[in-house]
């Protein structure tokens, strides 16, 4: 299994996954050609793509999908709403519609397309399995559900969001209803609740959890880091790396 996160921010986000014979995008919120540099950059192919995961219609997880698809000739796997939503974004492009809640088949692996709390038309988290084991993707969520605890147990890698502190937030410039719609049940997670929600799923087998969708205004990578740092020692059961997202280059790619 290897992973990188091409992007990961307000401004846009993307995240390489390789698992067992498949190869995929889960969003693109790049342009395509953008998105085709980055991948590039950590030594992966374009060509090489089977298939593009879609999250949810925001412009930061599609504004390249679906020309990126037609330019490939691959499929956007999208929940019907979401294609719906997304429509001037997906554009012709070939999609395989999935129903949030119901795990599917396709190539050699098993996604399983999960619903978060995030203000938008259908919004899921992923889990992906194969052989190699599971990874899980749960990003862009105002609050951590049993269900979102519950599916993300287990996983060999995770991408999780850690998007704000909560005191930077509070007191930074953004205006009130921006920082009530952030911290409301469909906004997004503080470095606070991801580490609560790591500490209920870490376990020994845990290799590697990616911070995402830090906020360039709200957060700072030092307290992120050091968040999830010290939940690591604290619970000192497993020697997880921790990598951070970031907006403008990607990070490493990991294989676990």
């Known amino acids: 299994m290897r992973v990188c996160l091409l992007a990961s921010g307000s401004k846009g986000n993307s995240i390489f996954l390789e698992v ?50 037609r330019k ?14 997304a429509g001037d974004f997906i554009g012709k492009a070939e999609t395989i519609e999935f129903e949030s809640g119901s795990p599917f088949n396709f190539k050699d692996i098993k996604i399983d397309p999960f619903p ?19 990874f899980g993707m749960a990003t862009d969520l105002g609050i951590v559900t049993r269900l979102v605890k519950e599916k993300l147990k287990g996983c ?27 911290k409301s049940r469909h906004g997004h997670l503080s470095n606070a609740e991801f580490a609560e929600l790591l500490d209920e799923i870490i376990h020994p087998e845990l290799n590697a959890v990616f911070l995402a969708h830090l906020s360039e ?10 968040v999830a740092t010290r939940l690591l020692l604290a619970r000192d059961i497993c020697e997880t790396r921790l990598i951070l997202g970031e907006q403008y280059r990607s990070s490493q790619m990991l294989t676990v």
């Not at 498949?22 to 298939?51: N, P, Q």
């Not at 060999?156 to 952030?182: C, F, T």
């Open 20 to 69: 067992g014979d498949s190869k995929f995008l889960i969003d693109a919120g790049l342009s395509a050609s953008e998105l085709l540099r980055r991948l590039g950059s950590v030594g992966a192919e374009g060509a090489e793509l089977d298939a593009i995961l879609i999250s949810h219609e925001h412009t930061d997880h599609v504004r390249g999908a679906g020309t990126l698809a």
């Open 156 to 182: 060999r890698a995770l991408v999780l969001e850690s998007n704000h502190d909560e005191d930077m937030l509070q007191n930074g410039p953004y205006p009130w209803h921006l920082k009530q719609r952030i």
């Open 116 to 134: 978060i709390t995030h203000d938008a038309s259908d919004p899921v988290g992923f889990i992906i399995e194969c052989d190699d084991g599971k």
């Open 217 to 226: 205004v709200n957060n700072d990578p030092a307290i992120a880091l050091d």
């Open 72 to 85: 490939l000739k691959i499929p956007l796997l999208v929940s019907h709403r979401t294609r719906q939503a």
